[in-house]
């Protein structure tokens, strides 16, 4: 499976951005989706998952209530709406792929232990 993510850029707080990142697997469908992002010497942490069919989220606390996770399977494609931007957002987002089906949103807890991942888009918040 590749990832592909871009929409990444430069907002001013407050502003929004929208991320996407498309798959090549014919069976998009089966499996759970997420970002993560990594800031300048920290840790890649958790952003926000969702299941295959679309119908469970996960967000981190960070994020709830600004960003939004969604998919389209026809398009082979997720999603990640971010509103209300901060610049402790800025960061290098990372889409995930988890390659064993039918694991919902389990990756809020930790990265897909076999997981495929995205080459990662720059997104910085001016303050």
């Known amino acids: 499976v590749q990832l592909q993510a871009y929409g990444g850029g430069l907002v001013q707080a407050g502003g929004s951005l929208r991320l996407s990142c498309s798959a090549s697997?014919?069976?998009?469908?089966?499996?759970?989706m997420g970002w993560f992002r990594q800031a300048p010497g920290k840790l890649r942490e958790f952003v926000a998952a969702?299941?295959?069919?679309?119908?469970?989220?996960a967000y981190a606390d960070s994020v709830l209530g600004r960003f939004a996770i969604s998919r389209n399977n026809a398009q082979n494609t997720v999603y990640l709406q971010m509103n209300k931007m901060k610049p402790e957002d800025t960061a290098v987002y990372y889409c995930?792929?988890?390659?064993?089906?039918?694991?919902?949103?389990?990756?809020?807890?930790?990265?897909?232990?076999?997981?495929?991942w995205g080459q990662g888009t720059q997104v910085t918040v001016s303050s």
């Open positions: 995930a792929a988890d390659s064993v089906p039918g694991t919902g949103v389990s990756m809020r807890y930790e990265p897909p232990p076999r997981g495929f």
């Open positions: 969702i299941d295959g069919s679309g119908g469970e989220t």
């Open positions: 697997a014919c069976t998009f469908s089966r499996h759970s």
